[in-house]
């Protein structure tokens, strides 16, 4: 059974930082990609970064670029979401996810394994 914990949510206002992470447990984590998505209230879920299997490429979304980074260790199982100059367009619940290979990958059908969410809110 994979189990994927986030943490490190919370409230910050405009311009500040916060680091999430997910802590994944019952998969031989090493070998598949993960990303984080976000869902901020009345819209869909949203893609925000994915990060390969060996933590080399990353992926994206052109409104996080820049301001966002992804990484992992192995190690310790973990994905991390650094998440700078936060804007309150930010405010969502996200999520991390194990995605079906080890390749980078946009689309929530290609992820087979979700957390629960930690809430993001900024301030203005």
């Known amino acids: 059974q994979v189990q994927l914990v986030e943490s490190g949510g919370g409230l910050v206002q405009a311009g500040g930082s916060l680091r999430l992470s997910c802590a994944a447990s019952g998969r031989t984590f090493g070998r598949y990609a993960m990303g984080w998505f976000r869902q901020a209230p009345g819209k869909e879920r949203e893609f925000v970064a994915a990060?390969?299997?060996?933590?080399?490429?990353?992926d994206y979304a052109d409104y996080v670029r820049g301001r966002f980074t992804i990484s992992r260790d192995n190690a310790k199982n973990t994905v991390y979401l650094q998440m700078n100059s936060l804007k309150p367009d930010d405010t969502a619940v996200y999520y991390c996810?194990?995605?079906?290979?080890?390749?980078?990958?946009?689309?929530?059908?290609?992820?087979?394994?979700w957390g629960q969410g930690t809430q993001v809110t900024v301030s203005s």
């Open positions: 990060i390969t299997w060996s933590g080399g490429p990353t």
């Open positions: 996810a194990v995605a079906s290979s080890a390749f980078l990958r946009r689309g929530e059908e290609q992820y087979d394994y």
